[in-house]
């Protein structure tokens, strides 16, 4: 059940905004039907509440010479979770950093270049960390889906 208050429309809306977040306002008034200023007081609203946090550019990580994309599940110390959380997110590898149920568990993406580059990341930046109980990781081998918004 959905927790925010939106319509169809507003719902039309934002799958086109997901599909291209440059989309212009008379495209998507074309397709929702609405007038272009409508559509724009519709997406105001979306951004003022919340439910759109923000517009950005994907960039492929291959295409950009990052190659090696690795998950962390490292389990830290209570005491210790923010601050190794605010440590990983200042880390420019660090794509995504999530708190996951369990013993004080994190759940961390990076990108980085080459091999050479992740032994630096874990064995310079990772482990000096204070509090760290274990670190496990898995690479990926390759890139199956993305999904660049949630469908709501």
């Excluded at 959905?2 to 799958?15: E, G, K, N, P, V």
């Excluded at 013993?103 to 270049?113: G, I």
């Excluded at 990341?121 to 990926?140: A, C, H, N, Q």
Aim: charged content about 25%; aromatic content about 4%.
């Amino acid at each position: 059940m959905r927790s925010s208050t939106f319509d169809q429309i507003d719902q039309q809306i934002l799958d086109l905004l997901i599909e291209n977040s440059r989309i212009s306002l008379i495209d998507i008034s074309e397709q929702v039907g609405l007038s272009r200023v409508a559509v724009k007081n519709r997406i105001d609203a979306l951004e003022k509440s919340g439910v759109i946090e923000q517009y950005t550019v994907i960039l492929n990580p291959e295409k950009v010479g990052r190659n090696v994309s690795v998950f962390f599940d490292i389990q830290v110390t209570p005491s210790a979770l923010h601050q190794v959380a605010d440590a990983l997110i200042a880390e420019e590898a660090v794509t995504d950093v999530y708190l996951m149920t369990g013993a004080s568990k994190l759940h961390v993406h990076a990108v980085l270049e080459m091999n050479q580059d992740l032994e630096h990341f874990v064995l310079e930046k990772l482990y000096p960390l204070p509090g760290i109980e274990r670190v496990s990781s898995d690479l990926i081998v390759s890139r199956i889906k993305t999904r660049k918004g949630i469908r709501v």
